[in-house]
């Protein structure tokens, strides 16, 4: 029995270790569409610190003043998942961390002829991603378009 | 008598010719009115708007000048850059590797960590050293200024922190769109506090790149700050065109206000901008806060749900045409800039027309009604870009430039 219960331990740990391994690169570089624990991942990353937690109707935004002047809010729908993610300041804010595996939507946003240093707007599948402004001064969002609750205005996503 | 007629008749060779260099003498197919006569004191540079340089030829709407750089001290060791983009929106002069024949010394900071820097523009990023280079732009010289070369092969290792801001990375001709860039905006560095704080802006590179403060000598300064003369401020000169577009449009690059005959104050309406150098602009019954004006935006971006967007074609479902307006008929709105010292454009109107239409003509570069979206919840930005410049003198006064139309930062036109 002792040995069976070592080895059901063993098996345990690894399944937990596996878990982890599972959990982690999404836990670690993701925050867009992902559960709310994740805003508190983009903090500590960032070292930054979340200047306000605000219940809105239909949702919850959490601001992160970030290091840089940057600031960053992150939108979580009643289900609990952030729906969207929105930053100004003088720069962009880490995106690869906070969009998670939509960062690659703008990273490889299509170009043209009309694109140099124009701001980009991006709509693939789901995902929408805004990015504005100029030197000194930087604005964007990315929202997924499925996840935004009933009654929720783009307007308000800022 | 005699002498105005003459006048008149080299007034109208001119035309003739222009009308001629421009493919066409219906009216129609471009060419616009003439550019302001060239002058000829040393404070004044050409620029052109054209297809761009040849890897990466299709620019809309972008201004370029050329710039003579040189290693530090010396005369001979210096080289002729065209097709720079003139840049109100951005600071610094920043010119891309691959076209730099010259080696320019890297900046050393005091821990003894090369200096690096990951230039953010809104569609992408640009990351490079940052070296130093005498700059020389028509007649004006400014000495040992610190200057981005973006793509050099000695800072292969983009930092994560770099490429992390997300975009496009422009480190090439083909995707900068230009073979280096000249930011003249009103102030005088690409930064600000760079000195006390990290914006994920500049690196310091030894083995690897880490984010730092830099000493305000060693940033990137709008260069024209630094020239000997003609210093606070510049003024761009360009002509009026055809509604339909026109091809090689040139203008002028006026360096400084008041300081010569040539770049004196008028009577103008001159708005002061807040500390990112952004003014008002009302528009359709919104004030929209957070507006720039920016010779280094292509169109001219606003929110207006009321004016139909362009459909992509079917061959080219993702083709960036979407974000730009396609009404009908062209429509000509009114629309009004106020500075934060409250003082307000008259009369001002702006037109929109089809961009599939206009952009149809391919030999074209320039496209005064060329306008596009910006999403509504990028609040309140009206980007008023390079069609704005088209047939008026517009003058940027950078941050405590004392002038007879006022204090900088402003611009007057």
Not at chain 2, 245 to 265: K, R
């Amino acid at each position: 029995m002792p040995i069976f219960q070592s080895n059901d331990l063993k098996r345990a740990a690894l399944g937990v270790a596996v878990l982890i391994a599972a959990l982690l690169p999404q836990v670690a570089s993701a925050t867009l569409g992902q559960p709310e624990i994740t805003v508190q991942t983009d903090v500590e990353l960032a070292h930054a610190s979340i200047k306000s937690s605000e219940d809105r109707t239909g949702y919850r935004v959490h601001e992160i003043q970030l290091p840089s002047g940057t600031v960053m809010r992150e939108f979580v729908a009643p289900n609990g998942n952030v729906f969207a993610v929105a930053w100004q300041g003088p720069t962009r804010p880490d995106l690869r961390q906070a969009l998670g595996q939509y960062f690659g939507a703008f990273a490889s946003a299509p170009r043209s002829k009309l694109s140099d240093r124009r701001h980009v707007q991006i709509q693939q599948g789901d995902l929408v991603l805004q990015s504005g402004g100029h030197m000194r001064a930087l604005s964007g969002r990315a929202y997924l378009q499925s996840a935004i609750p009933s009654g929720v205005s783009l307007g308000d996503l800022h | 008598m005699v002498s105005m007629r003459a006048l008149k008749m080299g007034l109208c060779v001119l035309l003739c010719l222009s009308a001629i260099a421009c493919g066409g003498s219906d009216g129609t197919s471009g060419g616009g009115t003439p550019p302001p006569p060239p002058t000829s004191t040393v404070n004044t540079a050409s620029v052109i708007i054209d297809g761009g340089p040849s890897a990466s030829s299709g620019s809309v709407n972008t201004m370029f000048t050329t710039v003579t750089v040189c290693v530090p001290g010396s005369t001979t060791s210096c080289q002729t850059i065209d097709h720079i983009q003139v840049d109100t929106g951005s600071y610094g002069l920043r010119l891309l590797a691959p076209v730099l024949t010259l080696t320019l010394p890297v900046e050393m900071l005091a821990s003894g960590g090369s200096l690096a820097e990951c230039t953010q523009f809104v569609d992408g990023f640009s990351w490079g050293p940052i070296a130093t280079a005498d700059i020389q732009i028509a007649g004006e010289t400014a000495k040992s200024v610190p200057v981005q070369v973006i793509g050099d092969s000695r800072f292969t290792n983009i930092p994560a922190e770099c490429s992390g801001t997300g975009g496009t990375e422009e480190d090439t001709v083909s995707t900068f769109g230009a073979n280096g860039i000249l930011g003249i905006g009103p102030f005088e560095s690409d930064c600000g506090d760079c000195d006390t704080a990290t914006h994920g802006l500049y690196f310091s590179c030894t083995t690897s790149c880490t984010d730092t403060t830099v000493p305000d000598n060693l940033q990137i300064p709008n260069p024209v700050t630094h020239f000997a003369v003609d210093n606070n401020g510049a003024i761009i000169v360009l002509p009026s065109v055809a509604a339909g577009g026109a091809s090689n449009v040139m203008g002028s690059l006026i360096f400084g206000i008041d300081t010569q005959s040539d770049n004196a104050s008028g009577t103008q309406t001159v708005l002061t901008v807040d500390d990112n150098a952004e003014l008002l602009v009302m528009f359709n019954g919104q004030t929209f806060g957070n507006s720039f004006i920016d010779s280094g935006s292509n169109g001219i971006f606003f929110a207006d749900s009321s004016i139909t967007t362009c459909a992509a074609p079917a061959n080219d479902p993702t083709s960036q045409i979407v974000n730009f307006y396609c009404p009908a008929s062209t429509l000509t709105l009114p629309v009004t800039i106020q500075g934060m010292n409250g003082t307000m454009t008259n009369n001002l109107t702006f037109a929109v027309g089809n961009a599939i239409n206009m952009l149809e003509n391919t030999d074209f570069d320039a496209y005064p009604q060329l306008a596009g979206t910006l999403p509504p919840g990028n609040a309140g930005s009206f980007d008023y870009g390079l069609p704005f410049f088209y047939g008026k003198r517009v003058a940027i006064a950078v941050q405590g430039a004392m002038t007879t139309a006022g204090t900088g930062p402003y611009i007057a036109f």
